[in-house]
């Protein structure tokens, strides 16, 4: 049973920083490209940041480039995102998802998702 589990989330003030975590079991994590979504209230969900399988390769949103950074540990089966200079308009639920298909920003290639952590910046 696949299961992507994330942590870190909270509230920060705007300017402040953020790091979450995607914990993942039951794939060959190496074998996954992983990205990190958000969805926040009445709005669609959207791409933030996707990382390949190697870590070789990196995608990012527009409103993610200069303040996130994607990273993974292959060795602990974890992708994080750093989040830096939040805004409150970074305010949503944030989801990670796996995928075996080729590095993506459209959310329907994904496989698995997890549960979701809340941020929520203050301003």
């Known amino acids: 049973q696949v299961q992507l589990v994330e942590s870190g989330g909270g509230l920060v003030q705007a300017g402040g920083s953020l790091r979450l975590s995607c914990a993942a079991s039951g794939l060959t994590f190496s074998s996954y490209a992983m990205g990190w979504f958000r969805q926040a209230p009445g709005k669609e969900r959207e791409f933030v940041a996707a990382i390949s399988w190697s870590g070789g390769n990196i995608l990012h949103a527009d409103s993610a480039k200069g303040r996130f950074t994607i990273i993974r540990d292959n060795a602990e089966n974890t992708v994080y995102l750093q989040m830096n200079r939040l805004k409150p308009e970074d305010t949503a639920v944030y989801y990670c998802?796996?995928?075996?298909?080729?590095?993506?920003?459209?959310?329907?290639?994904?496989?698995?998702w997890g549960q979701g952590t809340q941020v929520t910046v203050s301003s």
């Open positions: 998802a796996a995928t075996r298909r080729v590095l993506t920003i459209m959310a329907g290639a994904y496989d698995y």
